[in-house]
């Protein structure tokens, strides 16, 4: 069963090209990578503000938090 | 052809909470991960910076840096 990735970013340029590099770069057999755009799914900054994420680009993956460099913070998300 | 990727890390446990869980998930059919301690390996310390290392852990993918997290600044491990 794969595991399940989530990448919350915010369409910033930061974003982007963490998205672009690095959420493609896991192994896509054993992850399901699931892209989050916070600023237009503002319904979901709550979730990954409860799953400790404090800025974007940001990768959840199994439970633990991966700050990618600095996008923005959460809280200008809101 | 697989792509280069080097991890740099210093051995803390920011850095190795990301190391084994983050640098682990990297498609290995595409990512030859190499993982440098540079609290070991003083000597790829200059080369880290001007890679452009900021901080550890941090991932080096295809020419660009993504810190990820926060161990220590490349500065405390010359």
Known sequence: MKT???????????????ETQFANALDPTR??????????AKARVA?????????????????DIFHINYGASIEALR
């Open 47 to 63: 979730e990954a503000e409860r799953a400790g994420v404090k800025s974007v680009p940001a990768l959840r993956l199994e439970g």
């Open 4 to 18: 399940k990735a989530i990448f919350y970013h915010a369409g910033c340029p930061v974003c982007i090209a963490a």
């Open 31 to 40: 992850y399901d990578v699931e892209v989050v755009h916070l600023g237009q």
